[in-house]
């Protein structure tokens, strides 16, 4: 059973920088074609999660409106890992950020997305 695991996160002051971490943990029969980081904020439900940024084997980035300019995603293909670097951290970047991977198993049609634990970032002075 492959899972996606999350580290990195942190307190931090205003202005601060943290880099996120998810990697799969098991084996992958199949083919992680997009992965991505959201965030739920305080008090938000689950389906109010804010999609943070998302990359497409192949290089194509999608980022949130608020964090352009701030975030950036990469991935490491051969082990199944994506990166969020964040700098110029704000108050309202405080949230749960979660781990995403849409994989398609090896044979099949269907695409079966995994959501990691998440990890907290604070962003407070």
């Known amino acids: 059973q492959v899972q996606f695991v999350e580290s990195g996160g942190g307190s931090v002051q205003p202005g601060g920088s943290l880099r996120l971490s998810c990697a799969a943990s098991g084996s992958i029969i199949g083919s992680v074609y997009r992965m991505g980081w959201y965030r739920q904020a305080p008090g938000k439900e689950r389906k109010e999660r804010e999609l943070v940024a998302s990359i497409i084997r192949g290089g194509d980035t999608n980022y949130g409106d608020s964090v352009k300019g701030r975030f950036t995603i990469s991935e490491d293909n051969a082990v199944n890992t994506v990166y969020l670097q964040m700098i110029s951290l704000k108050p309202d970047d405080t949230a749960v950020y979660y781990c995403?991977?849409?994989?398609?198993?090896?044979?099949?049609?269907?695409?079966?997305?995994?959501w990691g634990q998440g990890t907290q970032v604070t962003v407070s002075s």
């Open positions: 995403n991977a849409d994989v398609q198993p090896m044979g099949s049609e269907t695409i079966v997305r995994y």
